[in-house]
Every structure is written in structure tokens, then in C-alpha cells.
């Protein structure tokens, strides 16, 4: 083989590569132009604050309405808790006006346990708890007893509401007034004993 042959062989072979190259080249699409504009700003979110603020004002939310509640409770008027003889004088007031509604037996028990009631209360005696001849019995017994000097009124009183309620004794108006009249008189004069 001659060197002018391979020669042209050799620009053959560049020729064809050129080709080859100048073809793909054409073939491939071109790059498209990159026209977007910048990117947006990426924001990088700021930590948690911490809740130690919320919590601190709950609380103290709760300390002043707990202190107004207090100091509300503090300032609203006490009930007023009635003496003995101003409850014993109610209930006779409120005995007298149904007096003529309810039965003898009914009339007697309530005027007795109002008095009853009122001696439990102003002198801290057990009356509600004994019968009428266990009350009395003791009352004779101890002389030192505020209710001594009362005795012979209230055993009258009693015996006559023991009468209408255990012997079905029948109260007249003029009976049962008398029986008000007889407790109010009771609870009047020994309010101002002084108590035990």
C-alpha cells in the first residue's frame, strides 16, 4: 500500500468523522435558553416561643378571679342566724294564724314542739328528745335550772297539749289562743334568763 492511499485513506476516515459529527451535531436539539427569573426568597421559619408567657397569664388569671371570689364572699352579709325566742315567736305567729284549719290534735303537737324547740335552743336542754313527764321530772330535780321558776306554767301548758294530742281533747278557739297566748308568755319571760 502506497503512502498516497493511505493518505486518502486516513482524510477518508477524518472526512466521515466529520460528517458523522456535523450530523449528530444537527440532529440534537439545540439547549433550551434558560429565561426564568430568579428564585423566591426561601423563608426559614423562626423557632416556637416558648408558652411560658400564656401560662403565666392563665395563672394569674385564675389567682385574681379565686382572690375576687374571696374577697366577694368576705364582704357579702353573713346570714343572719334568728335567736331562739325570735324563731319560737315566728312559729306561734304563724301557729295562730291557721288555728282554726288544722285538727286539735295537730294544733297541740305543733304548739308543743315549738316550745319544746325553743328550750332546746336557748337553754341547750334535751326537751325535744323526752316525753313531757321525763322533761318535767328532771326540771323539778335540778333547782339551779334557768326554767326552775318557769316550771308550774309549763307543765300546765304541756299537760294541755298532751291532753289534745295523746286523749283527743277538743280544742275550742278561745282553748287554743290561750295556748299561744300561754307559750308566747313562756318564751317571752325566759329570753331575758340568761342561758347556761
Same mark, same amino acid.
Request: glycine letters at 2%; one cysteine or more; aromatic letters at 8%.
Given at each position: 500500500?502506497? =503512502? &498516497?492511499?493511505?493518505?486518502?485513506?486516513?482524510?477518508?476516515? *477524518?472526512?466521515?468523522?466529520? @460528517?458523522? $459529527?456535523?450530523?449528530?451535531?444537527?440532529? *440534537?436539539? +439545540?439547549?433550551?435558553? #434558560?429565561?426564568?427569573?430568579?428564585?423566591?426568597?426561601?423563608?426559614?421559619?423562626?423557632?416556637?416561643?416558648?408558652?411560658?408567657?400564656?401560662?403565666?397569664?392563665?395563672?394569674?388569671?385564675?389567682?385574681?378571679?379565686?382572690?375576687? *371570689?374571696?374577697?366577694?364572699?368576705?364582704?357579702?352579709?353573713?346570714?343572719?342566724?334568728?335567736?331562739?325566742?325570735?324563731?319560737?315567736?315566728?312559729?306561734?305567729? !304563724?301557729? !295562730?294564724?291557721?288555728? #282554726?284549719?288544722? +285538727?286539735?290534735? /295537730? =294544733? /297541740?303537737?305543733? +304548739?308543743?314542739? $315549738? @316550745?319544746?324547740?325553743?328550750? &332546746?335552743?336557748?337553754?341547750?336542754?334535751?326537751?325535744?328528745?323526752? $316525753?313531757?313527764?321525763? =322533761?318535767?321530772?328532771?326540771? *323539778?330535780?335540778?333547782?339551779?335550772?334557768?326554767?326552775?321558776?318557769?316550771?308550774?306554767?309549763?307543765?300546765?301548758?304541756?299537760? &294541755?297539749? #298532751?291532753?289534745?294530742?295523746? +286523749?283527743?281533747?277538743?280544742?275550742?278557739?278561745?282553748?287554743?289562743?290561750?295556748?299561744?297566748?300561754?307559750?308566747? $308568755? =313562756? @318564751?317571752?319571760?325566759? &329570753?331575758?334568763?340568761?342561758?347556761?
Amino acid at each position: 500500500m502506497s =503512502f &498516497s492511499r493511505f493518505k486518502h485513506h486516513w482524510i477518508l476516515c *477524518a472526512l466521515w468523522v466529520a @460528517v458523522c $459529527t456535523v450530523t449528530l451535531h444537527a440532529q *440534537a436539539p +439545540a439547549p433550551a435558553e #434558560d429565561i426564568r427569573g430568579p428564585k423566591p426568597l426561601v423563608e426559614i421559619p423562626a423557632p416556637e416561643k416558648s408558652p411560658l408567657p400564656l401560662y403565666g397569664s392563665m395563672a394569674a388569671c385564675v389567682v385574681l378571679l379565686a382572690l375576687a *371570689a374571696w374577697l366577694w364572699k368576705k364582704r357579702s352579709p353573713k346570714p343572719l342566724v334568728k335567736a331562739p325566742r325570735e324563731v319560737a315567736l315566728a312559729s306561734l305567729i !304563724e301557729l !295562730e294564724s291557721t288555728r #282554726d284549719k288544722i +285538727a286539735a290534735e /295537730a =294544733f /297541740a303537737n305543733r +304548739a308543743a314542739q $315549738t @316550745v319544746r324547740q325553743y328550750i &332546746s335552743d336557748h337553754f341547750h336542754l334535751t326537751a325535744p328528745r323526752l $316525753t313531757t313527764e321525763e =322533761f318535767l321530772h328532771a326540771l *323539778a330535780k335540778d333547782s339551779t335550772s334557768p326554767l326552775h321558776a318557769e316550771s308550774d306554767h309549763l307543765r300546765t301548758f304541756m299537760k &294541755s297539749c #298532751d291532753l289534745a294530742k295523746f +286523749a283527743g281533747l277538743h280544742l275550742n278557739e278561745n282553748q287554743r289562743i290561750e295556748l299561744i297566748d300561754a307559750a308566747r $308568755t =313562756f @318564751v317571752r319571760a325566759t &329570753s331575758r334568763v340568761p342561758t347556761p
